[in-house]
């Protein structure tokens, strides 16, 4: 039965097992691991003197020029007690905690930690103002205007009178409109950008089933493009079953 089962084994440093060098606590090292020899050294086939001589040290060199052979594994197993270590573990912890809570200031910590928070609101604002922006058809109407304000070479003049439709596209429902109803309070927008396109998109025929496959191209003789319109390919089904959907139904 080993004093210390393998699995219990303890890091320890030369400065420690150099304590154990008496009759009652005595370690020696060998080959980097520390056997505890006080029941064994009185016991010791070459007599308990060389052991109590080499107590607390390392008798590594020593013990490999005494023994006329390799000592039995069964004893080495049964007093080893542990391992060296240049620096214990914890204390290799404590030292790196030390050396963290040194360097880390608490000032330029929350200091920096303020900086980011700015930053990031400030991030936050501008995104919201580009939102805005971007959102606000009076703006976009000044942008327009703005255009339209530039000094013209003779090329852009054609270009001008579309640019011009667009302006009033835009300020159209300010005018009074063409039903009769009155047109939008001065200087807001009644129709949105959301509300022209959506009438865009009902303006848009939608093709029948029918008509759709009247204006498939013709499926090649042969080749490539036969393979791939031939429904071999991720749709599963032939380019006349493949109905395209435009517009609402
Ligand atoms: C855990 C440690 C040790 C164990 C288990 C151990 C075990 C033994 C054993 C089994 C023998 C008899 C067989 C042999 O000679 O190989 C022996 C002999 C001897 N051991 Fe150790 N030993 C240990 C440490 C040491 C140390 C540290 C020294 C010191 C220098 C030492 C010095 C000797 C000497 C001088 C002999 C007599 C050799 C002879 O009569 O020819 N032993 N030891």
Not at 57 to 82: Q, R, Y
Request: glycine letters at 6%; a positive charge.
């Amino acid at each position: 039965m080993p004093l210390v089962m393998p699995a219990l084994r303890k890091p320890y440093t030369v400065e420690e097992v150099m304590k154990h060098n008496t009759p009652s606590s005595l370690w020696v090292i060998m080959n980097r691991k520390v056997y505890d020899v006080t029941a064994f050294h009185k016991k010791h086939p070459g007599g308990p003197g060389v052991l109590l001589q080499m107590g607390g040290k390392d008798a590594t060199a020593a013990a490999a020029a005494a023994h006329k052979s390799i000592l039995p594994a069964n004893l080495m197993w049964e007093f080893c007690v542990g391992y060296i270590v240049r620096v214990k573990p914890q204390e290799e912890e404590k030292k790196v905690t030390k050396a963290n809570s040194a360097s880390s200031d608490p000032a330029p910590k929350a200091q920096v930690k303020k900086q980011k928070k700015a930053a990031a609101a400030e991030e936050q604002q501008a995104d919201a103002a580009d939102r805005e922006k971007r959102r606000s058809p009076p703006a976009f109407v000044a942008d327009v205007e703005k255009i339209l304000s530039r000094p013209v070479t003779a090329s852009q003049m054609r270009s001008q009178d579309s640019m011009e439709k667009l302006k009033s596209k835009a300020q159209g429902d300010m005018m009074p409109h063409s039903d009769g109803s009155p047109p939008a309070e001065d200087g807001k927008l009644e129709r949105t950008f959301t509300t022209i396109m959506e009438e865009m998109e009902s303006e848009l025929v939608a093709l029948s089933d029918e008509e759709a496959v009247k204006k498939e191209p013709a499926v090649p003789s042969g080749g490539l493009l036969c393979f791939l319109n031939s429904g071999c390919w991720s749709t599963g089904t032939t380019p006349n079953q493949r109905v395209p959907v435009i517009g609402k139904a």
